[in-house]
Nanobody, 127 residues
Framework: QVQLVESGGGLAQAGGSLRLSCAASGRRISSYAMGWFRQAPGKEREFVAAISWSGGRTWYTDSVKGRSTISRDNAKNTVYLQMNSLKPEDTAVYYC????????????????????WGQGTQVTVSS
């Protein structure tokens, strides 16, 4: 029912920028937190960023804080991740996620906060 389609990934050079997009269908995301996770080769999936349903609060993992900005456009049912000053360590498959019910009171750093996951988009950063 709910589908998330990520786009905007690809190849980038270190120091460059990418803007990832996640278009949702099957559910209006305006009432749900949204986020991004990533999984690098040989590593566990990790939290990247999240944004509250209202857009009033954001969360970032330390490794991207200051370089990345998560935003949302509820009218377009889309969430974005602007990534600047890219590093080779940012190379990973990036997954868009939709949060669970707005009554969720736990940490948005946890995978359990999210109900739906996209298929992922590859980001490759060369040195």
């Amino acid at each position: 029912q709910v589908q998330l389609v990520e786009s905007g990934g690809g190849l980038a050079q270190a120091g460059g920028s990418l803007r990832l997009s996640c278009a949702a269908s099957g559910r209006r995301i305006s009432s749900y937190a949204m986020g991004w996770f990533r999984q690098a080769p040989g590593k566990e999936r990790e939290f990247v960023a999240a944004i509250s349903w209202s857009g009033g609060r954001t969360w970032y993992t330390d490794s991207v804080k200051g370089r990345s900005t998560i935003s949302r456009d509820n009218a377009k049912n889309t969430v974005y991740l602007q990534m600047n000053s890219l590093k080779p360590e940012d190379t990973a498959v990036y997954y868009c996620v939709v949060g669970r019910d707005t009554s969720y009171s736990g940490s948005y750093y946890r995978e359990g906060a999210y109900e739906y996951w996209g298929q992922g988009t590859q980001v490759t950063v060369s040195s």
